[in-house]
Nanobody, 127 residues
Framework: QVQLVESGGGLVQAGGSLRLSCAAS????????VGWFRQAPGKERDFVAA????????YYADSVKGRFTISRDNAKNTVYLQMNSLKPEESAVYYC????????????????????WGKGTLVTVSS
């Protein structure tokens, strides 16, 4: 069992930055690939960014490439999402998910691929 807790959300102006954290406890977190997803009111949960359990492989949604950076510190059991140049349409609840994978370089970018989820952190970007 892995428990995930997101933090770092809040209110920011358009063009601003936030850093989200996904802290894990339970089983060996370093053997899990992690993904960030977001869900705006009335919309589906969408993929944002993913990282392998080694941290050596990352993958981003086209809409956030060049602005968001995903990273992890396995010693701290934490994955981060640095978000720069935020846009109002990116206001959403941001969730992290953990996927059990068999290789250190595998990334997972699908909802179905996640075995564990956090409860989310709200990001509001004002115009």
């Amino acid at each position: 069992q892995v428990q995930l807790v997101e933090s770092g959300g809040g209110l920011v102006q358009a063009g601003g930055s936030l850093r989200l954290s996904c802290a894990a406890s339970g089983r060996t977190f370093s053997r899990y690939a992690v993904g960030w997803f977001r869900q705006a009111p009335g919309k589906e949960r969408d993929f944002v960014a993913a990282i392998s359990w080694s941290g050596g492989s990352t993958y981003y949604a086209d809409s956030v490439k060049g602005r968001f950076t995903i990273s992890r510190d396995n010693a701290k059991n934490t994955v981060y999402l640095q978000m720069n140049s935020l846009k109002p349409e990116e206001s959403a609840v941001y969730y992290c998910g953990a996927a059990r994978v068999s290789h250190s370089s595998v990334v997972v970018n699908t909802l179905d691929g996640m075995k564990y989820w956090g409860k989310g952190t709200l990001v509001t970007v004002s115009s």
